[in-house]
Nanobody, 117 residues
Framework: VQLQASGGGLVQPGGSLTLSCAAS????????MGWYRQVPGKQRELVAS???????NYADAVKGRFTISRDNAKYTIYLQMNSLKPEDTAVYYC????????????WGRGTLVTVSS
């Protein structure tokens, strides 16, 4: 398995959850890493990304609530999610990608996050 995501679960509105994604060294070292999410009937959307040298981007919907980070020693990225809302409920996917002539991308299995009281 090249990307392994974990950490999903059920959390109440206002609560917190941290997702982790462990990658193979070859993918992690070459790639921008990110988190996407998808709800039934909608397209998968980018939540947050972190480049090899640390440039970070967030979707407007999660700015100020979510924090993405990467541990280069463990080949792992994290998504700290605070102040969760019911609309954050989705399957969250980890992705790594890089461009070398063409774009190579790698997806992990999703992990379900449910925000509900």
């Amino acid at each position: 398995v090249q990307l392994q995501a974990s950490g999903g679960g059920l959390v109440q509105p206002g609560g917190s959850l941290t997702l982790s994604c462990a990658a193979s060294r070859s993918i992690f070292s070459a790639s921008t890493m990110g988190w996407y999410r998808q709800v039934p009937g909608k397209q998968r959307e980018l939540v947050a990304s972190i480049a090899r040298f640390g440039e970070i981007n967030y979707a407007d919907a999660v700015k100020g609530r979510f924090t993405i980070s990467r541990d280069n020693a463990k080949y792992t990225i994290y998504l700290q999610m605070n102040s969760l809302k019911p609309e954050d409920t989705a399957v969250y996917y980890c992705k790594g990608w890089y461009t070398l002539g063409r774009t190579y991308d790698f997806w992990g299995r999703g992990t379900l996050v449910t925000v509900s009281s």
